[in-house]
């Protein structure tokens, strides 16, 4: 995998990425910000949301156990998956033990995370995404760069040159066109699959059903069309009970796209009953940990309160510039900045928690509350606190200490810097910066500092004369 910065780079140049992601997060943003204004007490909304989400976590073990119990009683076959190898191992499981050769799926995060269509293909089996940005994107080889907008990346021009070269239909950018040639080809593939695979939006404890929520009916199709029916889904995704699901219906989609509500909202509650038309034959749930009991049990225990809105992506400067891709991992955005290295460990993600200008506004934005800077600076602390510092940092931030606590040193020093970058400086900007300090320059330069320094200048202002017996005052 490439390096962070060098993700970061490669999207800097993109002058269409940096278009397509200020256009389209500007627009949820202001979509966002009227629909929460349709919401009666929408402050109060977001605090009883928040305080369901949070109170369940505190005893998620408990709430498991009922949860299951529940999807037993509805007919449903339960499996737990300690990470992301054993979820995929249990799904090809499932589908090799019932015959299954073709599945068709709906959006899933958490299917992304265990990175399943790639086991599934290597088991045999046919997949495809029905969500027709998840489509776009498996056409085109790539991965999601938004959580609920996996091609927010990409242009109509883009899309209409993936499914001509991936498909072979005629070039067109139309959108509707686009639609409908999708819409065809998808079609088919749900009335052929015998495996749907779904993920959850939620899973209500006390009724033991899970929620999806959806703008296209994919997911309506995929849960009751094919013959087996499989959803993977994280152990934090539970509400209490229908009551606290409403809450979370209300501010889900007003705050990911600015609805006052998804299209479709469907409840499963189990296979296809005796004497039922529609629906499955056979149901599993994967309950999904991947290293969310770790995070549970440490100061990162709130980030798994999210609801996966985006809201905080389509607030923060660090992703309307860089977007999605240049976080390396399924979670992009600030939650992906915590979600990543919980999940995966801080040592190899220990960039992430750093794209972030600790502004607050994914905090103010996200429905329920999340405290996401104070998370970001726990990682870096954990970052700082594992990473073994270069020597010549040590001894810079030493000698920084050292001139700060005296003022007549920091003055030397700083008076030295003026001169030597008045020799660097062309126009008043330094193009280049040498030994440590090169990483400031490396994509900006620096404005020269002022001949001058700001007590320097008071210090010679003109001097009015003072009255008689009194103190003479700088002329204003």
Known sequence: MSHFLDRVETALRDPDLKTALGRATERLGSRRSVSLDSLPDSDAVRDMARRAKLGLLRDLAGNLETFEKNLIKNGVQVHWAEDGAAANRIMVDIAKSRGCKRAVKSKSMATEETHLNHDLLEAGLEVLETDLGEYIVQLAETTPSHIILPIIHMTKESIGKVMHEKIKVPYTSDPEKLAKIARAKLREAFLSADLGITGANFGVVDSGALVLVSNEGNARLVTTLPRVHVAVMGI?????????????????????????????????????????????????????????????????????????????????????????????????????????????????????????????????????????????????????????????????????????????????????????????????????????????????????????????????????????????????
């Not at 126009?427 to 990483?439: C, E, H, N, Q, V």
């Open 236 to 476: 934090e995704k539970l509400v209490p009970s229908l009551s606290d699901l409403d809450l979370m219906i209300k501010i889900l989609a007003r705050s990911a796209t600015g609805q006052k509500i998804t299209t479709y909202t469907s409840l499963v509650t189990g296979p296809r009953r005796e004497g039922e038309a529609d629906g499955c034959q056979e149901m599993h749930v994967i309950l999904l940990d991947n290293g969310r009991s770790r995070i549970l049990g440490g100061p990162l225990a709130e980030i798994l309160g999210c609801i996966r809105c985006g809201a905080c992506l389509n607030a923060c400067p660090v992703y309307k510039n860089v977007g999605g891709h240049a976080y390396g991992d399924t979670y992009p955005g600030p939650i992906g900045s915590i979600v990543t290295p919980g999940l995966r460990g801080i040592k190899a993600w220990k960039e992430l928690p750093d794209a972030s200008s600790l502004c607050g506004a994914c905090r103010d934005v996200c429905p329920v509350r999340l405290d996401i800077p104070r998370m970001l600076l726990e990682l870096r602390k954990q970052a700082v606190d594992e990473a073994s510092i270069p020597w010549a940092l040590r001894i810079g931030l030493w000698g920084f200490g050292v001139a700060a606590s005296r003022p007549w040193l920091y003055r030397a020093g700083a008076g030295l810097f003026r001169w030597a970058s008045g020799l660097m400086a062309k126009s008043g900007w330094i193009r280049k910066l040498p030994g440590l300090a090169a990483g400031w320059t490396r994509s900006r330069d620096l404005k020269a500092p002022a001949p001058k320094s700001f007590q320097e200048l008071w210090r010679q202002r003109p001097v009015r004369p003072a009255p008689a017996g009194k103190e003479a005052a700088p002329v204003r």
